[in-house]
């Protein structure tokens, strides 16, 4: 069973490129999230969705947008990558309660 | 801002021997989870406790909540080098939505062989 899938794994991006990082789940829920996890800070949320076709912005949303037109996939676009967005992002999902993980998007921007 | 606090941050611990990690929140809930994280991985579910309930057990997990104090511990007993990784408690706030979760920092825990 895949689960949450994130793609890609790493990436290297030049300030001031753009990307998007793609998580896929298999499990036919409703809520996705987008975390970045930086050292002694934890784990902190981005953007989520309640839904196919809604988002809504979490504790650090700047410099981020995000698209749920599927229900299985749940897209984290950067724009213009800054040095300060270098970091491990993580995609989450969950039906109630428990939330799955992928294993993580290494972005190093430099 | 973090919901739960993670105490301490680091515990490096022998094989064999009991770990203890707690967590410290702010605002009522409505159930606390303790994830694991081994490094370069994504987290796992290892537990959840309610608001209602004091002492859940899974194998060799304990989870306590004290509401009053706000604080949950996990212990695990008789370590393994296996349950070398970071444990992290993550909090659903009373009268919220049990979908949006805050998670602490993080404990490191190293189990030495």
């Known amino acids: 069973n895949a689960g949450v899938t994130q793609t890609p794994k790493f990436r290297v991006l030049k300030t001031g490129q753009s990307m998007t990082l793609l998580c896929a789940q298999d499990m036919n829920h409703e809520y996705m999230y987008w975390y970045r996890q930086d050292p002694g800070m934890g784990l902190r949320l981005i953007h989520y969705s309640v839904g196919e076709g809604t988002t809504a912005k979490g504790e650090v949303p700047d410099g981020y947008n995000v698209s749920r037109l599927k229900k299985q996939n749940f897209l984290l676009g950067l724009e213009s990558a800054a040095p300060s967005q270098t970091s491990v992002y993580f995609c989450a999902s969950t039906q109630s309660i428990l939330f799955f993980f992928g294993q993580g998007t290494r972005l190093t921007v430099v | 801002s973090q919901q739960g606090e993670e105490d301490p941050q680091a515990l490096s611990i022998q094989e064999g021997e009991n770990a203890t990690m707690n967590c410290s929140y702010k605002?009522?809930?409505?159930?606390l989870q303790w994830y694991r994280q081994n490094s370069g991985r994504g987290l796992v579910h290892l537990i959840l406790i309610r608001s209602n309930e004091r002492e859940k057990h899974s194998g060799r997990l304990r989870v306590t909540l004290d509401t009053s104090k706000k604080s949950s511990s996990l212990l695990i007993t008789a370590s393994r080098a296996a349950d070398t990784a970071s444990y992290f408690c993550?909090?659903?706030?009373?009268?919220?939505?049990?979908?949006?979760?805050?998670f602490g920092k993080g404990t490191l825990l190293t189990v030495n062989p």
């Open positions: 605002t009522s809930i409505n159930n």
């Open positions: 993550a909090t659903a706030r009373e009268g919220g939505s049990n979908y949006k979760l805050t």
